[in-house]
């Protein structure tokens, strides 16, 4: 029965994956920036929302402090440490895009599996309405989706999520349209096996590669996309530790100190590149071909 | 070869120096001069007696005169459309006498008749300032030059009110034509005749240069909306705008050590504070709104969001202000006190602790309030430490006044800019009952003490000042044992212009006039 799974030749990919120095760099920076969220508590220098007189006791209050020794990044308008607030904010912001691209996998998978799966009817309404959704910027259906909501990160989560179900239903519905005949299932199908078993047993494992794929390259626009929606002020609450809501804050300010702009803005950086670094080291690896988003 | 380096330079920054045309008026090209005034918001409806925003009555100020005005530089009140006036020993009567050979900007001259007309306008329609011409009984016509008002009682700020915005003086003829487009197309007797304003891109005064005071110094003034603060900084730096208004403070701070930028700063008539809604528990008990108040840290506002300027508050009458009560003692800040009285409120009232709360902060900066975010921020921090924890929602400025007197906050940042220089602008306005109302009503907090409002009421209408003063004390006393709002900042009134513009000055009534600025001559 499984004689022609398609995720045989792993200890091929493997090695290809562990080659290539692009996929090095890319667990570096991931690796990183989910350290620094698990650990913000211990390796940051401040608390995220202390100011550093606060911190120090001075008598001198004052904003803006430039990088020092006891401020590696400077400080902010309200005085916070900036390098601080940055460790902090890569929790918000792998959370949110993790989160909401668990979320698009796991409505956009199941809804490109039946589609493929069934065809006629079902796939054609499937696909119109994320055609649909398609047509529209993502921007806009994130603004729709955050007016309909009071401010808070759900609702940022739930936009970036919905955003990205149709690349996964898409891409789902490709991997199983392309083993839809092959001999396995149509052996699995002459055998008797329920449509679920089928959907689930026999034809789920070939998405699992380009999922795999495309979470970890979304997991990249996941990041910008909360960050950006948090920076244009909607969704989110005020003040979190966030980079997006940082790079806003810091914008106002920017022809008195570019720091605090700096650190978030690179943070962004790097974890988009460690993400996209990593999810295109696994497609090479994986040897899978991707439609164009 | 440096000479014709410098040439070019010269050649180059020309234009940009000279955007708009503010090239002198050299005797030989007669080029028109035009000041460009950057701001963060646009007006929303140039009709007197239809606006409260700030950003209008810049625009009204250049547009129209009124009776009595403010002096140049000093808040004394001056003759204006009125070139004196005569009041009855009981204060009841005021006769004015209007200038000769006034004519509105569409030629129309002014009358008696066209003041008795714009008062009864404002009475009629007066939107968020009809209170403030209550007293006014009649309006009467004595002939073409002179007009009478009786009051209903004396009234100790009527000559004050009378130099505000929603007094000012629109032509009759403009305003019977089309009443509705007025407000599109305002028709005054002022320095600058309306041209033309597309919303949220620009608007255009011209000179008018039969003013009665003498043409202003440029022939044209452009106000452009430029909302993000930044861009205004570089705009001005470029010399694309002359004029910059509502910067941050730390902004201001840098800019003022760059080469032709000129920094001008004056105590604003102005207060800061944030509103408690009294009505809602567990904000209805008094200790809470004390703890509050003890937990915040003025000191950090000041020094921090503020950079420094901005000044700490105690009561909403700012220091400028007449009746100022020098004698109260600030609240200090303290953490174990205001942890006290929280706990205390809390036995009392039977809530626990830690409390939720929600804070409003409205998006744009004001004046009074010119870092919102970061002052929210401060608020939240100190209010941690005592166990009041606070979600931030930002409200765009559209909105935020309209929510705020239906009452739907707990928190909320507000602030206010005195029109008219007397206490009563600021307690009569934000603290009294008769300003609890869903459609626009200042009392933020919706504090109601009967106390408080009889003591309102009385020095509204008693011209003994020693008497006024006393009543204002005792109102400020009850005010700061009740807390109904925890008074912030009377923050500077700071603008940024090119060095080139002369002439004007910040007025301490935060009116921007620009009737006198004008462009330094180039040395030939």
């Given at each position: 029965?499984?004689?022609?799974?398609?995720?045989?030749?792993?200890?091929?990919?493997?090695k290809?994956?562990?080659?290539s120095?692009?996929s090095w760099?890319?667990?570096?920076?991931?690796?990183?920036?989910l350290?620094?969220a698990?650990?913000?508590?211990?390796?940051?220098?401040?608390?995220?929302?202390?100011t550093?007189?606060?911190?120090?006791?001075?008598?001198?209050?004052?904003?803006?402090?430039?990088?020092?020794?006891?401020h590696?990044?400077?400080?902010?308008?309200n005085?916070?440490?900036?390098l601080?607030?940055?460790?902090y904010?890569?929790?918000?912001?792998?959370?949110?895009g993790?989160?909401?691209?668990?979320?698009?996998?796991?409505v956009?998978?199941?809804?490109?599996?039946?589609a493929?799966?069934?065809?006629?009817?079902?796939?054609?309404?499937?696909m119109?309405?994320?055609d649909?959704?398609l047509a529209f910027?993502?921007?806009?259906?994130?603004?729709l989706?955050l007016?309909?909501?009071?401010?808070g990160w759900?609702?940022v989560i739930l936009?970036?999520?919905?955003i990205n179900?149709?690349?996964?239903?898409?891409?789902v519905?490709a991997?199983?349209m392309t083993?839809?005949d092959?001999?396995?299932?149509?052996?699995?199908?002459?055998?008797g096996a329920?449509?679920?078993?089928?959907?689930?047993?026999v034809?789920?494992?070939?998405a699992?590669?380009?999922v795999?794929?495309?979470?970890?390259?979304g997991?990249?626009?996941a990041?910008i996309?909360?960050?950006?929606?948090?920076?244009l002020?909607?969704?989110?609450n005020?003040?979190?530790?966030e980079?997006?809501?940082?790079?806003?804050?810091?914008?106002?300010?920017?022809?008195?100190?570019?720091?605090?702009?700096?650190?978030?803005?690179?943070a962004?950086?790097?974890?988009?590149?460690?993400f996209?670094?990593?999810?295109?080291?696994?497609?090479?690896?994986?040897?899978i071909?991707?439609d164009?988003r | 070869?440096r000479?014709?380096?410098c040439l070019?330079g010269?050649?180059?920054?020309?234009?940009?120096?000279?955007?708009?045309?503010?090239r002198?008026?050299?005797?030989?090209g007669?080029k028109?001069?035009t000041l460009?005034?950057?701001?963060?918001?646009d007006?929303?409806?140039?009709?007197p007696?239809?606006?409260?925003?700030?950003?209008?009555?810049?625009?009204l100020?250049?547009?129209?005169?009124t009776l009595?005005?403010?002096?140049?530089?000093?808040?004394?009140?001056?003759?204006?459309?009125?070139?004196?006036?005569?009041t009855s020993?009981?204060?009841?009567?005021?006769?004015f006498?209007?200038?000769?050979?006034?004519t509105?900007?569409?030629?129309?001259p002014l009358?008696?008749?066209a003041i008795?007309?714009?008062?009864?306008?404002l009475?009629?329609?007066?939107?968020?300032y009809?209170?403030h011409?209550?007293?006014i009984?009649s309006?009467?016509?004595?002939?073409?030059l002179?007009?009478?008002?009786?009051?209903?009682?004396?009234?100790?700020v009527?000559?004050?009110?009378?130099a505000?915005f929603?007094?000012?003086?629109?032509?009759?003829?403009?305003?019977?034509?089309d009443?509705?487009?007025?407000?599109?197309?305002?028709?005054?007797?002022?320095p600058?005749?309306f041209?033309?304003?597309?919303?949220?891109?620009?608007?255009?005064?011209?000179?008018?240069t039969e003013y009665?005071?003498?043409?202003?110094?440029?022939d044209?003034?452009?106000?452009?909306?430029?909302?993000?603060?930044?861009?205004?900084v570089k705009?001005?730096?470029?010399?694309?705008?002359?004029?910059?208004?509502?910067?941050p403070p730390?902004?201001?701070?840098?800019?003022?050590?760059?080469?032709?930028?000129?920094?001008?700063?004056?105590?604003?008539?102005?207060?800061?504070?944030?509103?408690?809604?009294?009505?809602?528990?567990?904000l209805n008990?008094k200790k809470?709104r004390q703890?509050?108040?003890?937990?915040?840290?003025k000191?950090?506002l000041?020094?921090?969001?503020?950079?420094?300027h901005?000044?700490?508050?105690?009561?909403?009458?700012?220091?400028?202000?007449?009746a100022?009560?020098?004698g109260?003692q600030?609240?200090?800040?303290?953490?174990?006190r205001?942890?006290?009285?929280?706990a205390?409120a809390a036995?009392?009232?039977?809530?626990?602790?830690?409390l939720?709360?929600?804070?409003?902060?409205?998006?744009?900066?004001?004046?009074?309030?010119?870092?919102?975010?970061?002052t929210?921020l401060?608020?939240?921090?100190?209010?941690?430490?005592?166990g009041i924890?606070?979600?931030?929602t930002?409200?765009?400025?559209?909105q935020?006044?309209?929510r705020?007197?239906?009452g739907?906050h707990?928190?909320?940042?507000?602030?206010?800019t005195s029109?008219?220089?007397?206490?009563?602008?600021?307690?009569y306005?934000?603290?009294?009952?008769d300003?609890?109302?869903?459609q626009g009503g200042?009392?933020?907090?919706?504090?109601?003490?009967?106390?408080?409002?009889r003591r309102?009421?009385?020095a509204?209408?008693?011209?003994?000042?020693?008497?006024?003063?006393r009543?204002?004390f005792?109102?400020?006393?009850?005010?700061?044992d009740d807390?109904?709002v925890?008074?912030?900042?009377?923050t500077?009134?700071?603008?940024?212009?090119?060095?080139?513009?002369?002439?004007?000055?910040?007025?301490?009534?935060?009116l921007?006039r620009?009737?006198?600025a004008?462009f330094?001559?180039k040395?030939?």
């Open positions: 029965m499984t004689a022609q799974k398609p995720s045989a030749g792993g200890a091929r990919a493997r290809r994956f562990c080659r120095a692009k760099m890319g667990l570096a920076l991931v690796g990183l920036m350290g620094a698990l650990a913000a508590d211990w390796v940051t220098p401040y608390k995220a929302n202390q550093s007189t606060a911190a120090a006791g001075e008598e001198h209050l004052a904003n803006h402090r430039r990088p020092s020794r006891r590696w990044l400077g400080t902010d308008a005085d916070y440490d900036v601080t607030r940055v460790i904010g890569s929790r918000l912001s792998l959370l949110a993790g989160v909401s691209i668990l979320l698009a996998v796991s956009g998978a199941p809804a490109g599996i039946a493929g799966y069934f065809g006629g009817v079902v796939d054609a309404a499937i119109r309405t994320i649909i959704v910027p993502s921007i806009l259906i994130a603004f989706v007016t309909a909501f009071h401010n759900t609702p936009a970036v999520g919905l179900i149709p690349i996964f239903a898409r891409q519905r991997a199983i083993v839809r092959l001999e396995y299932v149509q052996a699995a199908r002459a055998s329920s449509s679920g078993y089928l959907m689930w047993r034809l789920a494992p070939a699992v590669t380009p795999i794929v495309l979470a970890t390259l997991l990249g626009s990041v996309e909360v960050a950006g929606l948090s920076f002020g909607i969704g989110g005020a003040g979190d530790a980079w997006g809501a940082m790079l806003n804050e810091a914008k106002d300010h920017l022809n008195t100190s570019l720091w605090p702009a700096i650190g978030p803005g690179a962004i950086s790097l974890t988009v590149l460690g996209n670094l990593l999810g295109d080291s696994l497609r090479d690896a994986l040897d071909r991707l164009a | 070869m000479l014709v380096f070019l010269l050649l180059c920054l020309t234009p940009l120096a000279g955007c708009g045309g503010n002198g008026g050299d005797a030989s007669q028109r001069t460009v005034y950057g701001r963060g918001g007006a929303d409806i140039l009709d007696v239809l606006t409260s925003s700030g950003e209008t009555v810049k625009v100020v250049n547009v129209f005169d009595v005005a403010y002096d140049d530089e000093t808040l004394e009140i001056a003759p204006s459309l009125a070139e004196r006036w005569e020993d009981d204060g009841l009567t005021w006769t006498h209007l200038r000769p050979q006034v509105f900007h569409d030629g129309s009358n008696a008749e008795q007309f714009n008062f009864a306008r009475l009629k329609k007066g939107f968020g009809r209170a011409y209550a007293p009984a309006v009467t016509v004595q002939d073409e002179t007009v009478v008002f009786q009051l209903k009682y004396a009234s100790p009527f000559l004050n009110n009378l505000m929603p007094a000012s003086i629109c032509s009759p003829q403009a305003v019977r034509q009443e509705a487009a007025f407000g599109f197309h305002p028709v005054g007797t002022g600058f005749k041209q033309s304003w597309t919303p949220k891109q620009k608007l255009v005064l011209e000179a008018n009665w005071r003498g043409p202003p110094g440029v044209r003034v452009i106000f452009l909306p430029i909302d993000e603060s930044a861009i205004r705009q001005l730096e470029r010399g694309e705008i002359h004029i910059a208004d509502n910067l730390s902004e201001l701070d840098v800019l003022a050590t760059r080469p032709g930028i000129v920094l001008q700063s004056l105590p604003g008539m102005n207060v800061g504070y944030l509103a408690m809604q009294n009505e809602k528990p567990p008990n809470v703890a509050i108040w003890f937990a915040i840290n000191r950090r000041c020094e921090v969001t503020y950079s420094g901005a000044r700490p508050a105690f009561t909403l009458v700012p220091p400028t202000v007449f100022h009560h020098t109260l600030d609240r200090p800040y303290d953490i174990e205001a942890k006290k009285l929280l205390e036995r009392e009232d039977g809530f626990a602790l830690p939720k709360m929600q804070l409003f902060a409205m998006q744009q900066p004001r004046p009074y309030m010119q870092q919102p975010r970061q929210a401060v608020i939240r921090d100190s209010l941690e430490k005592i924890d606070l979600t931030i930002t409200i765009d400025l559209r935020y006044w309209q705020l007197s239906r739907e707990e928190l909320a940042l507000a602030g206010w029109d008219n220089n007397d206490p009563d602008n600021f307690l306005a934000l603290l009294d009952p300003n609890i109302n869903d200042n009392n933020l907090s919706r504090y109601n003490n009967a106390k408080v409002h309102l009421i009385a509204q209408r008693e011209i003994d000042p020693a008497v006024r003063k009543l204002y005792e109102a400020q006393e009850i005010i700061f807390a109904p925890v008074p912030l900042v009377h500077d009134q700071r603008v940024a212009l090119r060095a080139e513009v002369q002439g004007y000055k910040i007025h301490p009534s935060t921007v620009l009737r006198l004008r330094q001559k040395s030939p």
